[in-house]
């Protein structure tokens, strides 16, 4: 896992990785059918904080890597989707929302391609109650290094950050106006800084094509 996280980020050292592995709950493993290799991997963990009153539950993805080979196929977004809303199993009467921390726009565009309702976005400002669960997330999760008007999480002197072919941005894909959102968002991200985001878990919050890619079967589904 941690050889495959290191071809995608500059400055990642395996105690950090052992120490972010560490606090997280679960781990999704996606292999090569043929090798047996590993490929690609998601971390996850629960979070809950309490905002004007209501208890929320959270997931949390903390390291999340797919070989290039394996770019543009779903699968790793089947798998983490059915396992994610089966949670809600477990929760019953209470609303769950992805957090998720970007320092990428790949990872940022999860959002606009899955989900119709997210934030921070280009075209609607961020209501008062997602402002107030993203600040108690970031908080909760990671205390001090979260800038509230910016909605960005700094890590003093440093953090790791995407390797430089990844992390650059052509022209033509600033054309896309949530690329183009999360770049001048977060300028930091070439330095690791992270856009702090969130997404309601609910059926009625997902695109279609979203609904197509959790009802398709998986073979070798595995997780730990």
């Known amino acids: 896992m941690f050889e495959l996280l290191s071809t995608f980020f500059d400055g990642a050292t395996r105690p ?42 959270a997931v949390f993805s903390g390291d999340t890597i797919v070989h290039r080979d394996f770019w543009g196929e779903a699968e790793l977004a089947s798998v983490w989707g059915r396992f994610v809303f089966s949670l809600t199993e477990f929760m019953p009467g209470r609303r769950l929302f992805w957090f998720l921390i970007s320092k990428g726009y790949r990872t940022y565009k999860f959002l ?30 990671y205390p001090g290094h979260y800038n509230p008007e910016k909605g960005i999480l700094h890590f003093a002197g440093g953090k790791d950050r995407l390797v430089p072919d990844l992390a650059e941005v052509s022209e ?13 968002r977060n300028p930091g991200y070439v330095n690791g800084d992270e856009l702090v985001c969130l997404a309601e878990l609910s059926a009625a919050n997902l695109r279609p094509i979203a609904h197509r890619i959790l009802a398709r079967k998986s073979s070798g589904e595995e997780g730990s």
Do not use: C
């Not at 963990?45 to 929320?56: C, H, K, T, Y």
């Not at 033509?172 to 001048?184: A, C, G, M, V």
């Open 112 to 141: 606009p391609v899955y989900f119709n309702s997210f934030y921070p976005r280009h075209d609607v400002p961020t209501p008062k109650f997602e402002a107030a669960l993203m600040r108690a997330l970031a908080e909760r999760k």
């Open 172 to 184: 033509s894909r600033l054309r896309d106006p949530h690329i183009r959102f999360f770049q001048e």
């Open 16 to 57: 950090d990785f052992e120490a972010d592995l560490d606090e997280k709950r679960w781990v999704v493993l996606l292999s090569d059918r043929t090798s047996g290799e590993l490929q690609g991997f998601s971390t996850l963990m629960l979070l809950e904080v309490e905002v004007e009153g209501e208890v929320i539950q």
